[in-house]
């Protein structure tokens, strides 16, 4: 458990096992989120995990912001600074945004990236539709109407999620640290994550692999998935559980995360 300083943040991260080097990264999910996906990996595998820029225990300089490109060059400041890359690098959701950007921005400090499910809402027709909705919902929560904006949000994802559970989830007394991270999201991470464009052709040079949980059928990051899997001309890697499937059960995804590093060659003797 370490920091490490970069021009206007301090980011925390963890490093655990030894062996080639795995990152795991999200946004807004932070290094608790991996750990027991990490715990599982380390036996075979250097594993870096870290809360992004302005998340938990990593701080962010007044008015800092959290765009893809500046959480990639935090991460290849980050994996040269450990010292064990290149690496293969999975990012999940908004984490699989900053991956993407990693490889684009930084390709030097990494062999394969796994972006699984990443809402890139402008690869698809319906693109202008969608971003309106969600600029919707970030008016609304920072208006106040917490609980709203996130019955919004799984509705514009098309999860589940019922009313109760909503209410007991997001309304309430809350830890206040819990607050600042999801407020940080809102503001600093959702509009900067969900409006990225890649560079296709510069991906291209790079082996990427696109990740969608089994139980996301008919799901928007499906939807966004398979729109970059078809730009980038490779077939989606189809992984246990859902959007958040290496935090839900973190076994079975491990053991299909194995399955593609050796595909690739990517672990150890």
Request: include cysteine; glycine fraction near 8%; aromatic fraction near 6%.
């Amino acid at each position: 458990m370490s920091t490490y300083e970069v021009s206007d943040a301090e980011l925390y991260y963890e490093v655990r096992g030894s062996g080639p080097l795995v990152v795991l990264v999200g946004a807004p999910m932070d290094a608790d989120a991996f750990a027991p996906l990490a715990d599982l990996l380390a036996p075979r595998h250097t594993v870096l995990t870290l809360d992004p820029r302005g998340v938990k225990r990593s701080t962010l300089a007044p008015g800092g912001t959290s765009r893809p490109e500046q959480r990639a060059d935090d991460l290849a400041q980050l994996i040269r600074h450990v010292d064990a890359g290149p690496a293969v690098v999975l990012g999940s959701s908004g984490g699989a945004v900053t991956a993407l950007a990693l490889a684009q921005y930084h390709p030097e400090v990494v062999r394969t990236v796994i972006a699984h499910e990443p809402p890139l809402d402008r690869l698809l027709p319906d693109a202008d539709e969608l971003l309106a909705k969600s600029e919707k919902l970030m008016a609304d929560y920072r208006a106040g109407d917490v609980v709203g904006a996130w019955k919004q949000f799984f509705q514009l994802a098309n999860i589940f999620l019922p009313g109760e559970v909503a209410e007991a989830m997001f309304g309430g007394d809350r830890d206040p640290k819990q607050v600042a991270d999801e407020r940080f999201w809102f503001d600093h991470e959702m509009r900067e994550s969900i409006t990225w464009l890649p560079d296709v052709d510069r991906l291209r040079e790079v082996d990427i692999v696109v990740g969608i949980g089994a139980d996301s059928t008919g799901q928007l990051c499906e939807r966004t998935s398979t729109a970059l899997a078809g730009l980038l001309g490779v077939e989606p890697v189809r992984y246990p559980g859902g959007h958040t499937g290496m935090v839900d059960a973190p076994e079975t995804f491990a053991e299909a995360f194995r399955a593609e590093l050796e595909a690739r060659g990517e672990t150890r003797p």
